[in-house]
């Protein structure tokens, strides 16, 4: 299979690339040297390309950081994603496209609601979310309207070696290795209740091509564990494998104005049509976070 991968270099993208070559496929990969909401850019790579499969990554992807800059991410996520779908069906090679939401889209749910199912009902807190909800609503009328063999992700948090401090595991990992390499006592953290559902990036690109090879064209599927971890516990096991004795103190500056109290998701529909499962526990995903950041500090 010849795959494109948008947002190809970014963190999953790195691990979907190297999971598809794995498997056999060719992957061609582009990040932001093409600009996916320019349809003079995106439309001769993806002709170029001529893909069976393109996997839409492409996105400003920072929950935070989208307060900021919410045209931006507006421009991005939903023109970029209605530019590639065009690219795509003027192609020529009818190309089956995963567009990569996020389980954002659900909004703040009661404990009652959980988990979550593609069905459940989506209420965008953030500037992020509502992006990803519009981009949705973009793949699925081409389904409806053109035809166009499109399937819609919402992939819950994915975490793993390699991932950006902007997030909140990997910056918890970078930190307590930099406090201890500098004899700091505490470590400032920001909310530690939130719960979420996570999964390994290795797992999650698994699930990727599996849709694309057993999904079902015009519908959604969640990839999630079905289990949530409260963020203070993922930093009490990181402190505990780092063997550090720090004092936690909350940094406001590390507080989101609208934080998701809980996401746990239902992968049922996934595990149906692919019978994927995830092999990687969450021990051993933070275990290698951590590792990534020692060797990367110590450099």
Request: charge should be negative.
């Amino acid at each position: 299979m010849r795959a494109l991968i948008t947002g190809g270099r970014g963190f999953v993208g790195h691990w979907l690339a190297e999971h598809l070559r794995e498997q056999g496929d060719e992957a061609v990969v582009i990040d932001i040297e093409t600009d996916v909401a320019d349809p003079g850019a995106i439309g001769p790579v993806v002709a170029e390309a001529a893909p069976d499969a393109i996997y839409h990554l492409a996105a400003r992807t920072h929950v935070g950081e989208s307060w900021d800059a919410p045209s931006e991410v507006l421009r991005v996520n939903v023109l970029g994603t209605a530019e590639v779908l065009a690219a795509a069906r003027a192609s020529g090679t009818d190309p089956l496209v995963l567009v990569i939401s996020s389980a954002e889209v659900y909004g703040v749910v009661r404990p009652e609601d959980l988990p979550l199912t593609e069905d459940s009902p989506v209420a965008p807190a953030t500037p992020y979310a509502a992006s990803k909800s519009a981009a949705e609503q973009v793949a699925l009328q081409a389904w409806r309207g053109f035809g166009q063999p499109v399937i819609v992700v919402r992939p819950f948090n994915h975490i793993g070696p390699g991932q950006a401090p902007t997030f909140a595991v990997p910056a918890l990992a970078r930190r307590i290795v930099t406090a201890l390499a500098e004899g700091a006592s505490s470590l400032p953290v920001g909310t530690l209740t939130t719960r979420r559902d996570f999964t390994d990036v290795r797992d999650v690109v698994r699930a990727y091509r599996l849709l694309v090879e057993h999904g079902e064209p015009g519908s959604l599927y969640n990839v999630c564990s079905g289990h949530d971890v409260a963020i203070g516990e993922i930093a009490d096991r990181l402190l505990s494998l780092a063997d550090a004795t720090l004092t936690l103190e909350t940094d406001p500056a590390l507080v989101r104005p609208v934080d998701l109290p809980v996401l746990r998701g239902d992968p049922g529909r996934l595990e149906r049509a692919t019978g994927w499962k995830p092999t990687i526990a969450l021990d051993d995903t933070i275990a290698d976070v951590l590792a990534y950041w020692r060797a990367e500090l110590a450099r």
